[in-house]
């Protein structure tokens, strides 16, 4: 029979985690199952283009409900972690100096 198949939410929370976090996926808390099946069914959905139709649908329903605005985009990169562990960059504020 084999183990037990993990549910695709708990997967699923489990990449989240991982993704948001940046830990790997050996180091992954065992709530969310094992690391391995994890990351073998995050490259299954990333090949089968799960997360980008998410996102499309979710940025569809956005647009239908609230309305975006394309003409202004921007991304909070403060909070990103630098992926092999080194110090983050220090943010210099701009004045009308420079």
């Known amino acids: 029979m084999g183990r037990p ?3 695709y939410k708990q997967v699923l929370d489990g990449i989240l985690y ?4 940046g830990c790997q996926w050996k180091m ?3 709530e969310y199952g094992s690391g391995s099946t ?4 995050f490259q299954e959905w990333n090949k ?3 997360f980008k139709n998410a996102w499309i649908k979710l940025l569809k329903d956005y647009e239908d409900k609230i309305g975006l605005n394309w003409t202004w985009q921007s991304i ?4 990103i972690k630098s992926p092999l562990g080194g110090p983050r960059l220090e943010i210099i504020p701009q004045t009308g100096a420079n």
Not at 18 to 21: A, E
Not at 38 to 41: L, N, T
Not at 76 to 79: A, G, K, N, R, T
């Open 38 to 41: 994890c990351h073998r069914r």
């Open 28 to 30: 992954l808390p065992k």
């Open 5 to 7: 198949i993990i549910p």
């Open 18 to 21: 991982v993704l948001r976090t």
């Open 76 to 79: 909070d990169s403060i909070s």
């Open 48 to 50: 089968l283009d799960v």
